[in-house]
């Protein structure tokens, strides 16, 4: 199982505005999302711990080692992360030479790359796209390329950030295959999101960004039922618990099902007489 320990983590682009004054957090191998406002400090948080960014002061752990002690090679070994800007990304002309671009580069043999490439490429569902220009796709399929090309590194640990930025229905119910995926392989999969109704539908535990802080970080259906902390976040709650208030109900619906099995337990047993007061 993979740990990841934060402990009382300082961090600041400059010494005016520091963004992060002694954050603590573990994370093992429960699905965890990260939701917060637009510059809370999310994306920062998964650069340090990717080691794109040092900490002024405290430590990040993964399974006991720290993170300073790991040169940038090794911790790309355990940790990929999906930016959120797939133009950020991608350096190579060819698909398949993108994807097997980070494998190789954590020392995978051309075999495996390849092998983990077409597997990747085929799970975000791209494979007939392998020989064409990345640059030629569209953005969702871009931002697809960049999801296998992590995936392709098969890292015990894998960062999204912002995974369903751009996409349409079909590629939002892929990602949600692939994180389940992912999960019950036993990876650490952690997800910076704005997509409240994704967040509700696939994470196991959410976490509250807000200035720089932990608001709040609980199982999805506690979260999501706090309210008066969502509204301080600016954050909503996801429309199908909203759905389920609107229609009376007290418990926090995550899901479609969840909000379907409630309707049909409270009007199968009533007649139609009753329900129309008749
Ligand atoms: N390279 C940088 N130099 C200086 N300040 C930065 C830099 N990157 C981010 N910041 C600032 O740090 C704060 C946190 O930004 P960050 O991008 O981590 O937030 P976020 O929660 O990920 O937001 P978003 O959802 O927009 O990605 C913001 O005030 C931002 O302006």
Redesign the pocket.
């Known amino acids: 199982m993979m740990r990841l320990i934060i402990k009382d983590l300082h961090f600041s682009?400059?010494l005016e505005?520091p963004?992060f004054h002694g954050i603590n957090l573990e994370i093992s191998n429960q699905s965890t999302a990260l939701i917060?406002?637009?510059?809370?400090?999310?994306?920062?948080?998964v650069?340090l711990l990717k080691g794109l960014l040092t900490p002024s002061s405290g430590e990040i752990l993964i399974n006991g080692i720290n993170t300073k002690e790991q040169t940038a090679a090794k911790l790309a070994k355990t940790i990929g992360l999906v930016f959120?800007n797939p133009n950020d990304q991608i350096f190579k002309n060819r698909v398949m030479d993108e994807v097997m671009f980070g494998p190789l580069n954590i020392g995978q043999t051309v075999k495996e790359a390849k092998q983990n490439a077409t597997e990747a490429l085929e799970m975000v569902g791209l494979s007939e796209h392998a020989e064409r220009n990345p640059y030629d796709l569209s953005l969702s399929q871009r931002k697809l390329v960049t999801i296998a090309s992590v995936l392709a590194m098969r890292t015990d640990i894998i960062i999204f950030?912002?995974p369903t930025m751009g996409q349409d229905h079909d590629g939002k119910e892929k990602l949600k295959r692939i994180i389940r995926h992912l999960i019950n392989e036993g990876k650490l999969v952690l997800c910076?999101l704005?997509d409240m109704d994704f967040v509700a539908e696939v994470f196991e535990r959410t976490i509250i960004?807000n200035q720089?802080k932990i608001l709040l970080d609980g199982d999805t259906r506690t979260v999501f039922s706090n309210e008066e902390i969502l509204n301080i976040a600016y954050l909503e709650q996801p429309y199908i618990t909203q759905l389920g208030k609107q229609l009376g109900f007290t418990e926090t619906f995550l899901n479609e099902d969840e909000l379907i099995a409630q309707c049909k337990a409270r009007y199968n047993n009533i007649s139609i007489e009753s329900l129309f007061h008749l």
């Open positions: 682009y400059s505005s963004i917060g406002q637009n510059g809370a400090g999310k994306t920062t948080l650069k959120q950030d912002e910076i704005h960004f720089g």
